[in-house]
């Protein structure tokens, strides 16, 4: 699965972030509720009811078409998902990239 994370900024240190919600997610999820990617994204559309609108990233997936950072979780790090990563996703063959 993937998290959203709402409240991203460009300036902020993505490697810290990354690490502690590492060691918040191992420790507090099961290894199969673990999510394998995560989005960061300075907002999220809202419906008027105040609640996120999860389909449409749910729809976008590993491929927004914003400028939205996207990491995947390999060999138990974290990576981010540029071009060349998502051409081997859309393959479906993770071969060699420690899946």
């Known amino acids: 699965g ?4 709402v409240g991203a900024s460009k300036d902020m240190d993505v490697t810290s972030l990354l690490s502690s919600i590492t060691e918040t997610i191992t420790s507090a999820l099961p290894p199969y509720a673990r999510p394998i990617f995560i989005r960061l994204t300075p907002s999220h559309n809202l419906t008027a009811t105040l609640k996120y609108k999860k389909h449409q990233a749910r729809l976008e997936g590993y491929s927004p078409p914003s400028s939205d950072p996207v990491y995947i979780r ?16 859309d393959s479906g063959k993770l071969v060699g990239y420690g899946w």
Do not use: P
């Open 74 to 89: 390999l060999k138990g790090e974290w990576r981010l998902v540029d071009e060349e990563l998502r051409k081997v996703l």
């Open 2 to 5: 993937m998290a959203v994370l």
